[in-house]
Every structure is written in C-alpha cells, then in structure tokens.
C-alpha cells in the first residue's frame, strides 16, 4: 500500500501544505525561541526544526544554514520595531517635525530598552556568531532610510539644516544604538534620562545654532 506524502512524515511533523510566507514566519517563531534559549552559537538547524515540528527539507526550502536563519532574525527585530515606531511617529501632526523626531527617538528607546526585546537585541547582535560592521549595517538599514527620509522631508520644509540627510541619519541611528549598548553592557539606564539626552543631541544636530 502507497502512504501519501503527509501519512509518511513522524507524527510530531507538520505536513507542508501551508503557504510559503505563513511556515517561514513559523521557522523564524521556532528560530527566536531556540536561540533565547541557547543563544546564536548553541542552537542547531535540528533544535528548530523540533521547535517547529517540521522536517529538515522543509527548513531548507525556506532557509539555506543556519547563518541565514540568524540573519533573517535580525532583519524581523529592526522591522517589528521599526513598524512600531513609525505607526507612532504618524500619529504626529504631519507638520510637526521636532516632535515626529522625539516620538521617534522616545518611542523606539522604549521598545529597544523593554527587557524582552533588549534581550534578544544583545543575543542577536552581539552574542556568539555576531556580525560584522557591513552585515550590521545592512540589517540596520531600512532603519537608517527611515530616519533619512524623515530629516530630508524635515529639512525641505525648513525645520532643520542637513546638507547630508544621509549622513545625519547614520550618525543620529549609530548614536541611539551606541547608547542601547552601554545600557545592554551596564545593565543601568533609565529611559527618559537617556530620551533627553538624545534628544537634545538630535536638535543641536539639526538646528546648530
């Protein structure tokens, strides 16, 4: 008797019969657990394959090691924050540039410096297996377009100076993110201290005088 492709997997498998972008979100669930879990270093392809009760094949139809696993895990953390903080930033007026760039800055310390996701910020980025300058900044990048075209519509209607948006934004996320840092190293930060003082950088950036 021929057994069909679902009644051939181990019990504790899921067949693959759902849709492509829903079992990658599912790997990538499964992938978070297991290096909160682990860290980056300690976990296996087969941890998450368990995790998510899938076969390895199906692992590998959506991701090619391990690395590009890890990797698709940093570039969902920017952007599960980055929606956050944007769907924040738009309830601003539309015209109201010092305090769209506040809620930015407030916002998103908020969210990075939340216990669950300052966690998972340090195991990601610099636990075992951490990336390098190029691959950070490439994870980092949709981050840094954000806050570009946000100081470049803020300049063209006259609320601040930058010559360079791209540059001022560079500078501006790499500041948000040394600080994140020392408070991850530290383990001692107090959220509104470190929103004023980010903040007060951020204008004397873009209004110099």
């Known amino acids: 008797m021929k057994l069909s492709k679902e009644a051939a997997l181990p019990s504790n498998v899921s067949p693959r019969t759902k849709p492509a972008d829903v ?5 990538l669930t499964a992938a978070e657990a297991v290096v909160r879990e682990k860290g980056v270093a300690g976990f296996s392809v087969s941890d998450i394959t368990q995790r998510a009760a899938i076969a390895k094949g199906s692992f590998y139809l959506h991701f090619a090691s391990k690395d590009a696993v890890v990797a698709a895990l940093r570039e969902r953390f920017v952007e599960d924050i980055l929606s956050e903080v944007a769907a924040r930033v738009d309830t601003c007026a539309p015209d109201d540039w ?48 954000y806050l570009r075209d946000l100081i470049a519509r803020g300049a063209t209607a006259g609320a601040w100076l930058a010559a360079d948006p791209e540059f001022v934004a560079v500078f501006l996320y790499s500041a948000l993110h040394g ?11 107090d959220p509104e201290q470190v929103a004023s003082a980010l903040i007060h950088l951020c204008r004397r950036v873009l209004k110099p005088d």
């Open 23 to 27: 079992r990658r979100r599912e790997i």
């Open 98 to 145: 010092d305090g769209r760039l506040d809620t930015w800055v407030r916002h998103g310390l908020a969210l990075c410096l939340s216990p669950r996701n300052l966690a998972l910020n340090e195991l990601l980025f610099h636990g075992g297996g951490a990336p390098g300058l190029r691959e950070d900044l490439t994870s980092h990048g949709r981050g840094v377009a």
């Open 179 to 189: 600080v994140l840092d020392h408070a991850a190293a530290s383990g001692e930060h």
